[in-house]
């Protein structure tokens, strides 16, 4: 968690992400829900997520059964963006892999460039597709991925600091879901206002007295064929 930027309004975290990801958007209860015109939006994000995914299926072929955090922050006045920490501890052959990446990649179709921040490679993967490019980085036995490169270095800045780690608070919210259900969900309540501005237009006296009033919430996440259910602690 010690990479993850300390302005991130939201922290997704799994063991499973590919696994958890295939599970939740084949449910039944998803499958139904979707249809419904109240939350097309919803849907509609959840369509670009998954179609993020099918196409990047090099990149989570490398990921697997792997711990992995997933932090949401605002990059832009009106708009957000994710970064993507995975845990490749328990990777073979590591240095094989950083040295051969560049060649995966490339056979994959990316155009691969590199450019140093701070001490760290980061990688710049263009997609000649659709002309987006990701940027990554290995942080010691961890790969940071972002579509915006501000957070990737963000990273790689945080790596140096470990802040985050050290708030209580989060560690307690972290303590009483670790383990339950597809996927945890923590929340940061001192960043929400910042992020909610890319909704609201600007600052909002309601939601700023609410952030002010709780620190973190932990919640997890699950499915079945029945229901989808979050439950959690504040």
């Known amino acids: 968690i010690y990479l993850i930027p300390n302005d991130a309004a939201f922290v997704i975290q799994t063991s499973d992400p590919v ?104 990688m710049e993967l263009l997609d000649p597709k659709t002309r987006d490019t990701i940027y990554m980085a290995f942080i010691g036995n961890h790969v940071a991925v972002s579509y915006a490169s501000k957070l990737v270095a963000a990273s790689i800045d945080a790596s140096k600091k470990e802040d985050f780690e050290l708030d209580e608070s989060y560690l307690e919210a972290e303590r009483m879901v670790s383990g339950k259900g597809l996927l945890q969900i923590f929340v940061n309540y001192r960043n929400i206002p910042q992020f909610m501005s890319i909704y609201l237009g600007g600052n909002n006296e309601y939601v700023d007295m609410f952030s002010q009033s709780m620190k973190y919430a932990g919640l997890y996440f699950d499915t079945n064929k029945d229901k989808i259910e979050v439950k959690g602690y504040t």
């Not at 792997?66 to 994710?82: A, C, E, G, N, Y």
């Not at 501890?89 to 691969?112: C, F, H, N, P």
């Open 19 to 122: 696994g958890a990801w295939k599970k939740f958007s084949n449910s039944p209860t998803w499958l139904c829900l979707k249809k419904s015109a109240s939350i097309q939006e919803v849907t509609t994000q959840v369509d670009e997520l998954d179609s993020i995914v099918k196409s990047n299926k090099v990149l989570l072929s490398l990921v697997g059964e792997r711990d992995m955090l997933i932090s949401i922050h605002k990059v832009k006045p009106t708009d957000w963006d994710f970064l993507i920490v995975v845990d490749l501890q328990k990777v073979s052959k590591m240095r094989l892999l950083k040295d051969q990446m560049d060649a995966i990649l490339e056979v994959a179709g990316y155009t691969v460039t590199q450019r140093k921040y701070n001490g760290v490679d980061i």
